[in-house]
């Protein structure tokens, strides 16, 4: 333990607590970050744009209880938002974090996000995306379907083929791309990131419950979103301009209730559709943390917050991100 406790002195500090959707992280995040000397770096896909509160479940100015939060509001919901855009605006996060001293915490439900920080995984230089390879690709795909662009990343890299899923178009196109620029399978590029370790300090927790209360928590969420008023808002976002195929529009609640917006069906059978969604999610998202290593699991079923939050920082000394 010694060893561990040296080898976490000699880097910098970084905490983390994520979760399924609806599991709590929100409160306990700002109980966190104070006893940390903390500030938040929030690692969601949907509340760092504007206009986007209720469907969100976006941290009220008054919940923050005086702690800074980063990577909120930050975005418009016309522009697109993606992990490597994510991870370039939390090393700017972190950098003016530890430049006053404190410690950064990360909060939020997209795995993805946090593995790109945690292990500051290496995405290579982006590449613009109206080059004329790319856009061949994506006219050949409008004409033979998107099985066989799928079909053609299945013989050049088949582990990628099937990571992915064939509707899921941009990824496919752009393991396409990375493989024909490199001549290397993207899926081992990211098979040899994901084994890389921490540069970091870092307590990664993640908290849990019961299956039966947690999604019970996800329909009176849903429930009490629309009494708020989220079918308003993604009207409102419409009004705006906001189209489905913009990457705040895929968002839960916002994509099911456009849909109903625009016709496709009742505002009920929406509904029905966003809690039947979001329980998929975080079945999902439970399934991605548990392959992460060296996870803290915290399952708040017949816990206190308090007794929580005791364990927390017990495992926050034990790696040195709390004196």
Known sequence: MDEKKSDCRQKKPLAVLAGPTAVGKTHLSIRLAKALNGEIISADSMQVYRHMDIGSAKISPAETEGVPHHLIDALEPKESFHVVKFQQLAKQALEG???????????????????AVVRDIAFGEERPQENGWRQEMERLAKENGAQWLHAQ?????????????????????RALEFYRETGTPISAHNQEQKEKSSPYACAYFVLTDDRAALYERIEQRVDQMM????????????DRGCARDMTSMQGLGYRELLAHLEGAYSLSEAVRLIKRNTRHFAKRQLTWFKREPDVIWVNRANQSESEILEYMLEQCRERVILQ
């Open 97 to 115: 974090i530890y430049a006053r001293g404190r410690v950064p915490l990360l909060v939020g439900g997209t795995g993805f996000y946090i593995q």
């Open 153 to 173: 990343l299945a013989a050049a890299d088949p582990e990628s083929a099937r990571q992915i899923h064939p509707n899921n178009q941009k990824r496919v196109l």
């Open 227 to 238: 009494a708020d008023g989220l079918l308003e808002e993604v009207r409102a976002l419409k």
